[in-house]
Structure formats: structure tokens, C-alpha cells
């Protein structure tokens, strides 16, 4: 048996799904194959080892994924048992597919090895959070941040800083310990919150950079960050209103108590 033949023994056993991925999200296995022969510097002989070594290294962001998720499923659970609501609305995650870590490494000038990619890419495994209010980002990232065991190396706070083209969201890139069975290994996930109006802005915003033709258009442009204004807007005053109930239900708890005195 070849080297190729063995690479596709490997390929045939990568998941049709890649680990941690939204459904729908296919690893195009043979693409990765003539990609991995390509860029491999004696041809195809060291195609089996490179593909074997990728493939366990998704698994690896996929373990990481799963235990940021758990995290933030707990706190989830804990803060809607000592208030009375849910500040998290729901979590997505994905590891990067194979070919966009390829893409990622060729345009940086870097080699295609596990040691490149796990020195150089933070947004391998990926965790979005989505919020129900403003506050429970900042809440619900605060009290993740404080984990003794979570490191968090870079944030970035495109709410309070839009970007340019509007986008609003909480970003942190951390580094967390899993344990497998050749001991602990330090991961690092990158992690989106953002309520659901901002989720909303941005899907139909990425959706729309693929008509890339006329979605660069200036007055395409401006109206999409006139709607990221116009959805930012709303997001404040849904807040307003949330906190103007929970001030009526205080008030209203403390006049039922004064009155059983």
C-alpha cells in the first residue's frame, strides 16, 4: 500500500462533519489530500503521517470546544437559578475547516504543520454565545474570565468599538488545559458573545459579503451600518425596558413586605 492509498485509508475515516462543526459544514477530504500532497515538501510520501496528525488535531480543538461549552452551560444554569432568567440564549461552536487553516497559513507565509497552527491560529476552535441582553455579555464573560483555570490572552470589545462596517460583538481569544491521554494540553479557543439582535446584523451581513460585487457598493455599505445602528438602538432599549421591570417587581416586592409588618 502507497503513501496515497494510506492517506485515503485516513481521509476515509475523517468525519463527514469536522469535529465541533455546524451541520451542513463538510470537510472536503479529497481537496485536503491533493492540498496536503502539494504543500508537502518530498511529495506524497509523508501524506499519511501529515493527514493522521491534522485529523487528531481537530479532535483536539474539538475537545477544547466542548469543555468552554460546558463552562459556559453551568454559569448558564447558575445565574438562571439565582435570578430567575437565562442570560444566555443559546451557544454554537465549529473547529475551522481544514482548507480555511490551509488558505489561513499560505497567506500568513507559513508552513502547513501542527506547530504552525497551533502557534500562530487562535480562531481554530471557535464558541459563539449568544445573550438575551447587553449586560449579560459583559455578566456572563466576566464570570468565565475568573476561572482559575482559564487564561485569557486578548479581548476585543467590538460593542463598545464597532467596526467599521458596524459589526458589534464581545470577542476573547483564551487558553484553557484538557486532558487527554498523554497528559494536559494548553488549547486556545476564540469566543463571540453577542445578544441576538447583533447576531441577527451580523448572519445576514456575512450572508451579504458574498455578493461581493455589489455588497461593496458605498451606499450598500452605509444602509448596512445604518441598520447596525438602528438594531444597536434597539438592543439599549430592550435593556431599558428589562430593568425598568425589574425595578417595578422590587418596588413592588418591598411594598407587599412593608405591608406584612
Known amino acids: 500500500m502507497n503513501d496515497l492509498e494510506r492517506a485515503g485509508k485516513v481521509g476515509a475515516v475523517l468525519p463527514a462533519v469536522a469535529p465541533g462543526a455546524q451541520s451542513g459544514d463538510p470537510v472536503d477530504r479529497e481537496e485536503l489530500l491533493r492540498v496536503l500532497v502539494r504543500e508537502g515538501e518530498d511529495g506524497a510520501e509523508d501524506v499519511y503521517g501529515r493527514l493522521n496528525s491534522f485529523a487528531e488535531l481537530l479532535m483536539r480543538y474539538s475537545a477544547a470546544i466542548r469543555e468552554v461549552r460546558t463552562k459556559f452551560e453551568v454559569l448558564n444554569e447558575e445565574f438562571s437559578f439565582r435570578n430567575s432568567r437565562n442570560p444566555i440564549e443559546s451557544i454554537s461552536s465549529r473547529v ?44 456572563v464573560a466576566e464570570m ?25 460583538s464581545y470577542h476573547m481569544i483564551v487558553q484553557i488545559p484538557v486532558f487527554f491521554s498523554d497528559g494536559k494540553r494548553p488549547m486556545r479557543v476564540e469566543i463571540q458573545l453577542r445578544t441576538v439582535a447583533m447576531d441577527f446584523w451580523a448572519s445576514l451581513e456575512h450572508q451579504m459579503k458574498y455578493k461581493k460585487d455589489s455588497a461593496d457598493r458605498p451606499e450598500i455599505s452605509a444602509e448596512l451600518r445604518s441598520c447596525a445602528e438602528t438594531i444597536a438602538a434597539t438592543d439599549a432599549r430592550m435593556l431599558g425596558i428589562r430593568k425598568r421591570i425589574e425595578k417595578l417587581e422590587m418596588e413592588r416586592e418591598d411594598g407587599g413586605a412593608g405591608g406584612q409588618r
Open 144 to 168: 468565565f474570565a475568573r476561572q482559575d483555570d482559564v487564561t485569557v490572552l486578548e479581548v476585543k470589545d467590538y460593542i463598545r468599538k464597532p467596526k467599521q462596517n458596524g459589526y458589534r
Open 96 to 139: 475551522k475547516r481544514p482548507l480555511s487553516i490551509v488558505g489561513k497559513l499560505r497567506r500568513r507565509g507559513l508552513p502547513l504543520t501542527v506547530e504552525a497552527i497551533e502557534q500562530n491560529l487562535d480562531d481554530v476552535a471557535g464558541v459563539r454565545v449568544i445573550c438575551s441582553f447587553i449586560d449579560d455579555i459583559y455578566a
